[in-house]
């Protein structure tokens, strides 16, 4: 079955960059349809949206996060990755990765990660 | 702030129907997803599409659009249900997903 799962530091300092992996196992990350995603969660509070990506390299991005991330692909690894710079202690969050699927418009995100916990120390 | 807007918190008796509404302008024109979250746990797709369950999700749980509001309903709440519900869809532009506040669904 189709499974993701995150990796990264658990903890990092303010104003660096937090480099976060998610490895797909069980289907090819360059399936037609497949976009994947990053959201997070910050302790206590719900979910949010940080960005998606295509195999293709196509991305988009949550405008209010926009200025500060990056996703990536790597097909060759079935990996694909979110970079987050200049952070703060408001970064503090479980980030999970997600496969967004489906019809456009009609997509969700059908297959999530565990989660990973990051927190932003000063 | 977000583009789609839920309830905080309802609550439903033990066997009893619930349902949980999410409003937002983008739903005129796509649909919305919804999430059960249990403490301390992943994200679970519930409900995709016009109302479609994955695969292991019970029939009790169902969806519905009626204009910019959407409604996740579970009809005979087991105690189980007991968790946060999220919507999700795309915002106004198409190009990005939002997610609603989420409700946080108690079973009495």
């Known amino acids: 079955q189709v499974q993701l799962q995150e990796s990264g530091p658990g903890l990092v300092k303010a104003s660096q960059t937090l480099s976060l992996r998610c490895t797909v196992s069980?289907?090819?990350?360059?399936?037609?349809?497949?976009?994947w995603g990053w959201i997070r969660q910050h302790p206590g509070k719900g979910l949010e949206y940080i960005a998606h990506?295509?195999?293709?390299?196509?991305?988009y991005y949550n405008p209010s996060l926009k200025s500060r991330v990056t996703m990536s692909v790597d097909r060759s690894k079935n990996q694909f990755s979110l970079t987050v710079n200049s952070l703060t202690a408001a970064d503090t969050a479980t980030y999970y990765c997600?496969?967004?699927?489906?019809?456009?418009?009609?997509?969700?995100?059908?297959?999530w990660g565990q989660g990973t916990m990051v927190t932003v120390s000063s | 702030s977000s583009d789609l807007t839920q309830d905080p918190a309802v609550s439903v008796a033990l066997g009893q129907t619930v349902t949980i509404t999410c409003r937002g302008a983008?739903?005129?024109?796509?649909?919305a997803s919804w999430y059960q979250q249990r403490p301390g746990q992943a994200p679970v797709l519930v409900i995709y599409?016009?109302?479609n369950r994955p695969s292991g999700i019970p029939d009790r749980f169902s969806g519905s659009r009626s204009g910019n509001t959407v409604s996740l309903t579970i009809t005979g709440a087991q105690a189980e249900d007991e968790a946060d519900y999220y919507c999700?869809?795309?915002?106004?532009?198409?190009?990005?997903?939002?997610f609603g506040g989420g409700t946080k669904v108690t079973v009495l």
């Open positions: 997600a496969r967004l699927y489906g019809d456009y418009g009609s997509d969700a995100f059908d297959i």
């Open positions: 069980g289907v090819s990350i360059s399936t037609f349809g497949s976009y």
């Open positions: 990506i295509y195999h293709t390299g196509s991305a």
């Open positions: 983008s739903l005129t024109s796509y649909y």
């Open positions: 599409g016009e109302n």
């Open positions: 999700n869809s795309r915002d106004n532009s198409g190009n990005h997903v939002v």
